[in-house]
Every structure is written in structure tokens, then in C-alpha cells.
């Protein structure tokens, strides 16, 4: 195993939460004031309040919460963002910019969702793949 993901899963817990819905409920997080340095690989849902300086690859849904940050790229089937993310995001499905977000790179979605004031410094590919 990486060892940024045994890190990740020494400091995150699996908590039930209908915000985060796998079809099972279970989701990680990282809370306010942590940092993790290196790649996250997931396959269930990702809550990010702290920041991580990696690129994120999840086979669910990761929200970025308005202290979240992101340094790096991230993968994933829908994303919300409401934090910061200072890399590309490739979302296979929803993407979806809070009026808080901040993004400096590329987007990639089949749909997106963007709020009144949210900011986005980059290119943005809509397509069916």
C-alpha cells in the first residue's frame, strides 16, 4: 500500500453522513487544520475541510469545503467545490463550483454547475466522455 494512503487512512475516520452518499453512507474526512503531503487513492466518498498537497483520485464523490485546499489534481465521478484547488479536475460526471470556489486549472466534465461569484482562472471541456 502508498504510504500516503496508509497515512490518509490512519487520520481519516468512516462516519455515516446523507451529504456524502455512496449507496451505503460511508465516507472519509479530513478535518480543518490537517495536512496531507502525497497522492490519496479512494473508492468511497471524500469530505476535505484541511488540505492536501497531492492529487486525489476517488471512485465516488469528494466535496471540497469552503477551508479546503487542494494542491494538485483531482479525479473523480462528481466533485463539489467550495474551497480552493490549485490543479485540474476531471469530474466522469457533475461537477459543481460553490460561490465560494476558487479554481487555477483545467475542468473536465460531462456536466457542470457553477454559482454566482465562484471564480475560475482556466479552460473548461464539456463532452460525453
Known amino acids: 500500500m502508498h504510504e500516503s494512503v496508509k497515512a490518509i487512512n490512519s487520520m481519516m475516520g468512516n462516519r455515516n453522513k ?8 460511508i465516507h472519509n474526512s479530513l478535518a480543518v487544520g490537517s495536512t496531507v503531503k502525497g ?15 497531492g492529487n486525489i483520485i476517488c471512485a465516488s464523490k469528494i466535496v471540497i469545503g469552503p477551508k479546503g485546499r487542494v494542491i494538485g489534481n483531482i479525479e473523480s465521478a462528481n ?4 474551497g480552493t484547488v490549485t490543479g485540474n479536475i476531471h469530474a466522469k460526471e457533475k461537477l459543481t463550483l460553490k460561490s465560494s470556489a476558487n479554481i487555477e486549472g483545467d475542468l473536465h466534465t460531462k456536466i457542470l454547475e457553477i454559482e454566482l461569484n465562484a471564480k475560475l482562472n ?6 460525453k466522455e
Open 39 to 53: 497522492d490519496i487513492v479512494l473508492d468511497i466518498d471524500l469530505r476535505l475541510d484541511g488540505c492536501v498537497e
Open 122 to 127: 482556466g479552460r473548461c471541456n464539456m463532452s
Open 79 to 82: 466533485v463539489e467545490v467550495a
Open 18 to 25: 446523507s451529504e456524502l452518499s455512496t449507496g451505503n453512507g
